[in-house]
């Protein structure tokens, strides 16, 4: 099944079963907006228990903040984004769609690089064991030509970027005949620079109001109470701020469903270090971050590191870790050393001194940054996209079936169980609602009893429920239940008095955080 044929069921499947609906869909929506539904809520909590815990639980030396959306402006002044938080897009006349110029160009490179891989792929299976995939990169004429081509666009892409030479931008599109996706045609308009902060007004007048702004991201946030939390914790360098908040931008060019969104939630940490010490920290943290995602058991080879080609002017490294969405390699979480450069603007700006006394040292000084900044709803997407499976089954009698099955890992899951008794009637409801009563304040469980018990399977595979408890005749005998593993599809009895022990031990945040930790 192609890439985009994938996504577009992933997409369906969200809608069908609760997890994500169109914002203000009866007025027929609000592009680039998105609310979650009974379970899209759940998973996306869990989501941001994992993170918060993996670094507040984890990290003695990092500690909560929850910022308000609302910040004076003089701060947005201060950090660069009321005069240089620019898109670079371009128009195509035909279509009348616009795009990130930076991101057509990025994909067509990905575009080139993946008939490298295509073409690799089938030297694997025409050659078997004796593959020696470094020799062909080095040596198969149409990867070299490939990478070649790459190379060369990525030289004048990168010196196009760092050079803000939004001309250079679009010839690139123009020489490699970039078509728009919608209509086939290279007819484009220049590339122009596109704020994307959303502004607002504050005041009890129209008369007195005032010019604010709804946050473009969280570490501001972070950065004005850097010495609040300093010294009211008592912290010694290094040590982090962690925040999960709502930030704003006026996306122009949101597709590719919640990937891009005009309203979304980030899982940020601002790390303050000493200086010159700034890039071990960097690599320390990198470290860390792709291990937090390999624990989710995706599979380790569909994570990658992206050096950024294009420095920003406050920073002196950057890396995105990137996750092999369906529809490519797509970035995941940002990690920067931003060096002094936050901190030392507030200070011009609020005129107030923002130093950390680092009594080793006997000095004062303004505190190196590393930011760890990962999308909630990217995150989600990334879970999602990474759980769907579409199975065909064969039955015992030698006939198929198939399903849909969400493989979350268990202690993401919104629902941990669902309880179901097998008939509605000879007191097996009564049983299932009683071991629910009793579950419920240890895990999401869910009651289930409408359709006969396959279909109730297939549904609870489709929202990614790890185990089903059925209850049925035997249980009244000798108080035992047939428990269903919801990946394997086995089937075993256990007595109910166990069931707690045995989803507990899936379903708890422990098992992975205690591998992070242990690791």
């Known amino acids: 099944m192609a890439q985009e044929d994938v996504f577009k069921k992933l997409v369906a ?16 929506g609000l592009s680039a907006v998105y609310d ?56 195509n006349k035909d279509s009348k769609k616009r795009y990130r110029a930076d991101v057509l160009i990025e994909e067509y490179m990905a575009k080139i690089s993946e008939k490298n891989d295509r073409e690799i792929e089938k030297a694997s299976v025409r050659f078997g064991s004796a593959f020696d995939e470094k020799k062909f990169r080095e040596t198969n004429p149409r990867v070299l030509a490939n990478q070649a081509k790459i190379d060369e666009i990525n030289s004048r892409y990168s010196k196009a970027l760092n050079a803000n030479d939004l001309q250079e931008l ?24 596109f704020n994307l ?11 007195g109001a005032s010019t604010i702004y709804l946050r473009p991201e969280t570490a501001q946030g ?53 200086p010159g010490t700034e890039l071990e920290w960097f690599r320390y943290w990198k470290e860390v971050r792709i291990k937090w995602f390999r624990a989710l058991g995706f599979g380790d080879d569909n994570y990658r590191f992206h050096d950024h080609t294009k420095l920003a002017h406050y920073a002196n490294a950057a890396t995105d870790i990137e996750f092999k969405f369906p529809f490519g390699f797509k ?48 995150m989600f997407l990334h879970v999602i996209s990474a759980s769907y499976f579409e199975e065909e089954l064969k039955k015992e009698d030698g006939t198929s079936d198939s399903r849909v099955v969400m493989r979350l890992p268990a202690f993401l899951a919104p629902v941990k169980l669902a309880v179901m008794p097998l008939v509605k009637k000879d007191g097996l409801p009564e049983i299932a609602e ?54 394997s599809m086995l089937q075993e009895r256990v007595p109910v008095k166990q069931l707690r022990d045995i989803i507990e031990e899936k379903v708890s945040f422990k098992g992975p955080l205690k591998k992070l930790s242990d690791e």
């Open 197 to 207: 902060m959303f502004a607002t007004e504050i005041g009890s007048t129209s008369d």
């Open 13 to 28: 499947h969200c809608k069908e079963y609760g997890y994500v609906f169109p914002s203000s869909e009866i007025y027929d």
């Open 331 to 378: 970035e995941v979480e940002g990690i920067h050393s931003r060096t002094d450069f936050d901190l030392k603007q507030h200070q011009q700006y609020s005129g107030k001194k923002i130093q950390y006394f680092d009594p080793e040292k006997g000095e004062s000084y303004i505190p190196y940054v590393i930011e760890t900044s990962i999308g909630v709803d990217r």
């Open 222 to 274: 972070i950065f004005v109470n850097f010495l609040n939390v300093q010294k009211t914790g008592r912290m010694k360098i290094p040590f982090g701020i962690a925040q999960i908040g709502k930030a704003f931008r006026n996306e122009i060019v949101a597709r590719q469903f919640i990937f891009r969104m005009r309203e979304f939630e980030q899982m940020e940490m601002q790390y303050f270090v000493s």
């Open 434 to 487: 009683k071991i629910v009563r009793e579950l419920r304040f240890d895990f999401n469980c869910q009651y289930d009893d409408k359709d006969s018990i396959g279909r109730r399977y297939r549904r609870q595979d489709a929202i990614g429920t790890p185990y089903c408890i059925t209850i049925d005749h035997q249980t009244i005998e000798d108080n035992t239940v047939t428990i269903r593993y919801r990946d």
């Open 36 to 91: 979650y539904g009974q379970y899209g809520v759940e998973l996306k909590n869990n989501i941001k228990k994992y993170w918060w815990d993996s670094m507040v639980l984890l990290h003695e030396n990092v500690v909560g903040l929850d910022s308000a959306i609302f910040m004076h402006p003089t701060i947005w002044k201060a950090s660069g984004h009321v005069d240089a938080f620019n898109d670079p897009l371009i128009d």
């Open 170 to 193: 679009r010839q690139i599109i123009i020489d490699n005949e970039i078509v728009c996706p919608i209509s086939g045609t290279r007819n484009w308009t220049d590339v122009r620079q």
